[in-house]
């Protein structure tokens, strides 16, 4: 499993930009956590969409699951979590140091396994739709959870949840890492990594050639013999796996959770994850992690300079890259320099060819 | 149970419901037939229902009486719905479904912070000034402003399939919709088809916009409630059955008030979704046994 | 390869170009203006109020800077508010909040509109220990959480209605029945704010033993309070309670009037930013409103004069009665003024602390914070839809009309 040049040159440049970026761009510390956030979602969502072709909108269950079941096990491991969420409490609870440091590795664990759980119970059934239904279903999926996490009492409901604080002493946030910002900073990067260099790892064995049997031709790759739901599933779960830690994660960078809009945004991360993957070029390990990369980059922009137009801006960027971009910058990168991927061509034998043009 | 207590309700639910359910129906009618035709999900169906309706609103603002801007939205939208057929949606049209979902999202997004420049953010409506109706000894009440929306959605309704079934552009629809390129062959145009299809599902959204306007409140960005109605009403109906999405449509109105009352108003949402998941599946499963899959 | 070098090497510099672009003011006092910074909901379902409370912060900046600005140590400086668009979004709101405080150097921040977006915010500004005085952010739930740099100098959320509740007692007891035979019926959104006004509400509604026949809980994109109403049409309720922000109020007294529901006395929040008494052809008339503030309250200052002279100004500059979410902004910049002339310097702790030794008198009534950052001086009003005017109905006190009670059926309209 070697690295060629390319992917060794792109791995050094994150790897870089991890580790000194928090010094370089302190003020940016959780712009780039989110960063590498948004590549995770893009990268498991990559892994539906990209290499399945199962278009899917409901990863953000997964997400959202995640960041409550974490801040629920973060705040019942100590005191009971019906009062800390009761509205209009008139009790304030603190964690002291060991508490919060035992609960939060429990909580980011189960954070990944339940909603990987869950993945596997429904993934049979959910999986089975095909094409658009699939997508609508998994749409329904992701608003049904926000819905009724709204009505969750036990959760905050409507009134959200707020994630227990970084211990303090005295007044100033006790130093692991470097304070809060960068500890959970550094388990976003760590998190990014670990996502990669499995899917890596994934995408190398036969289970990624399977993948790719699934979205070229179901139906052959049944007819060859291959359980493909077993497959499909098993992708789901280990999306559902990353997704949970990273709602973990990102649910104590917030410090609230709201459930239609921190927790199952679907309208706003469940699509940002499927617009990175589409414009970074869905399929390939890291067209995700560019696509992701741009987007925010892009998405910041707008905040800051188009106040007002930030949202026709991104809408007609969307447009744009859904357009213009179909196959993502690794697609069209690919078109126009195929020798960068390995292909080689026979550039007379492809200027000989002639495309009819139709209207189809 | 208050429906046990109070048995005229369930008339009441069933009334209120259909006629909710019919302003959702008729923006379904728009989605079939874009989807039916072009095999694309606009995802700015509610924002063309709420720009619909807006329009109406400054109709009413300039002092008309907003019923008189039914027929201006209507040719106002379809105006709009061209450009945006002919700037955007025409190159999306042979691409893969899922793009145009996208495409539309950031269609739709655009329009609502336009909407938002353009008419301020303040929660709107029109007064139709109509008054209601008691009936069986004031047990049963009706708005007649509702029941006007109903009346003009089946009226609408019923046009569109006349139309489709009687007229040269509906008979074109509706060959393109079977077989594009038999179509062609046959010498219809189908990028005028398309157009048109598009331009006609934003009429139709901005005469349901109009009703929205009048029977309950604007803002700009509560369009997507009628999106995912659309979207819910055409998936139940099934691809292709027009008159279906009537039914569908009055159908699951009348489950949402229902469930108002029984389960409660805050899991209306969250019961419609549920449902629509276990409708899929449901129907997945009993293809998946034929070895079939839903197309 | 060396093509996907280029590749990230463009991406790399056009980040740092960006970043080094966006570095536009690293001060918290940019020579003599003292930048806040807020997040406020200009688009989104908050937006009506967003743009309220917007306007009342440019308001009060606008007559503070004009009146002399604010004068520490000798010096003079100006305000100036920095703003991003939270979308009605509470992620958005803590995520630009963070921005505001890390990117653009803000040391003092104001408060984004409506709880649910508060709480959000309220861990950031905590987080870096900047002092933020919010004006929209209601919920009992900000005051529950030990935070030492949040003001607010609004009233509690669970203060809204009560005195609703009370004047229903009343009314019940003046007419020769006891305050147990009311029955009640309520619809509350499901949201921080909401659900706080509903134990206010509920708290009395115990106290005095009432019946609660309707508990409907309105969810979140409400178009449509049908099926409640039919259910108030048929149970018969002496008191209604809706809270749903402004689009529940215009909702609610819309549908009321569609269906040509009875009800003796209703209670909503949000009316004025709704405006109910201008917008629904008299449909408004006779329902009872919390309100923060209102005009016609005899409290005064030297910035602004008295209530109806802020009315007057705000209404010549942006063509409308200011509701209380713009009242109680402007009054947020007045805290702030007082505060930093009292410390005598712009070091942010010192600020904090002189917050929350605040003890004055605005013309959005009188300010003064407790242990938790509560401003508990100043009381809540009602007042009632009066032939399309707002008129103060409770507290006696402060009472420029009677209540009309009961409400006259739609029949006899």
Known sequence: ????????????????????????????????????????????WNIQGGKMGYNTFGNIMFFGLGMYICASTQIAYSFPLAEWTAAGGVKTFVHTVEQYFTALPIGMILAGLIPAAIAGALGS???????????????????AAGEFATSMKIWGGGQGMTVPVWP???????????????????????????????????????????????????????????????????????????????????????????????????????????????????????????????????KEFFWTYFLGWQRVALGFLIVIIVVFFPEGIMGWLRRIKPELFGEVVDRKARLAQVTIKTND | MILLQAPFLNLQALLDGIMVGAIF?????????????????????????????????????????????????????????????????????????????????????????????????????????????????GNITIALIKLFSFVVCIIGALSIIYFMKVSKMGRAIRATAQNARAARILGVDTEKVYAYTYALNAAICGLAGSLVAMTYTLHPYIGLPYTVRSFMIVIVAGIGNIPGVLASGLGLGAVEEFSSYLIGTEFRIGIVFLLLVVILVYRSKRLAKKREYLK | MKKINKLFLSIISSFLLLIASSVSSFAKVDGDTIVLGAAVSLTGKYATNGEHTQRGYDLAVKVINEKGGITINGKKYKFAVKYYDDESDSNKAATLAQRLIEQDG??????????????AVAPVTEKFQ??????????????????????AVLNSADQYLNSAVDLMAEQAVAEGRKASDVKVAMAFEQDAFSLDVKLGVMDRVQAHNMKVVIDDALPKELNDMTATLQKVKALKPDLLIVSGHSKGAMTGVKQITDLKVDVPLTAMTHCDAAAINKNLGGGGDYVLCAAQWHKSLAYSDDHFGSGKDYAKLFESIYGYDPPYQAAESSAALLV?????????????????????????????????????????SKPMVLFQVQDGKNNVVAPTKWAEAKLIYPTPKWSER
């Open chain 3, 130 to 151: 900047i002092p933020m005085i919010e004006a929209n952010g209601a919920s009992r739930a900000l005051f529950t959480k030990g935070y030492k740099y949040l003001f």
């Open chain 1, 168 to 298: 303090k002493v005295d007044g100033q946030e006790i130093d692991v890492l470097g304070g809060s910002v960068n500890f959970f900073y550094t388990l976003t990067f760590i998190l990014f990594f670990c996502t990669y260099f499995f899917l890596r790892w994934l995408f190398s064995t036969r289970f990624g050639l399977i993948l790719t049997a699934i979205r070229d031709n179901e139906d052959k790759a049944e007819a060859m013999g291959i359980p493909t739901m077993r497959y499909k599933v098993t992708g789901w779960v280990v999306s559902a796996f990353f997704m949970g830690i990273a709602g973990a994660i990102y649910g104590n960078i917030n410090g609230y959770i709201e459930p239609t809009e921190v927790a199952f945004a679907g309208a706003t991360v469940g699509v940002y994850m499927v617009l990175m993957a589409i414009l970074g070029g869905k399929g390939t390990l890291w067209g995700p992690i560019i696509g992701a990369i741009i987007f925010q980059v892009f």
């Open chain 2, 25 to 137: 129906a008729l923006a379904a009618y728009g989605m079939a037939l874009v989807w039916g035709v072009m095999n694309i999900i606009n995802v700015a169906q509610g924002e063309f229902v709420i720009l619909g309706g807006y329009i109406t609103f400054a109709v009413f603002k300039a002092g008309i009486h907003p019923v008189l801007g039914m027929p201006v939205s209507f040719f106002v939208l379809f105006i709009l719905g061209y450009l945006i057929y002919r700037l955007i949606i025409f190159r999306v049209v042979d691409k893969d479904m899922f793009i145009s979902i996208l495409a539309t999202f950031g269609i739709s997004i655009m329009i609502q912070q336009i909407m938002n420049m353009i008419f301020g953010s303040q929660v709107e409506t029109a007064l139709s000034g109509f008054g209601t109706v008691f009936l069986f000894n």
């Open chain 3, 336 to 376: 702030w003024k007082d505060a930093f002339e009292r410390a005598g310097t712009t070091d942010k702790e010192k600020v904090r602390d002189a917050i929350s030794a605040t003890d004055m008198m605005t013309f959005y009534g009188p300010v003064k914070f407790n242990p938790q950052g509560q401003n508990t």
């Open chain 1, 1 to 44: 499993m070697g690295f060629d040049k390319k992917e060794l040159s792109g791995i050094t440049f994150l790897l870089l930009l991890g580790v000194f970026a928090p010094f370089l761009f302190p003020s940016y510390r959780i712009q780039i956590s989110e960063l590498w956030l948004f590549m995770v979602y893009a990268s498991t």
């Open chain 3, 106 to 119: 803000v040391q003092y921040m104001l408060g984004p509109y409506g709880s649910g977006i508060t709480i």
């Open chain 1, 125 to 143: 059934l959910i999986l089975g739709l095909r094409g658009h239904y699939f997508a609508i279903c998994t749409l329904g999926i992701g608003i």
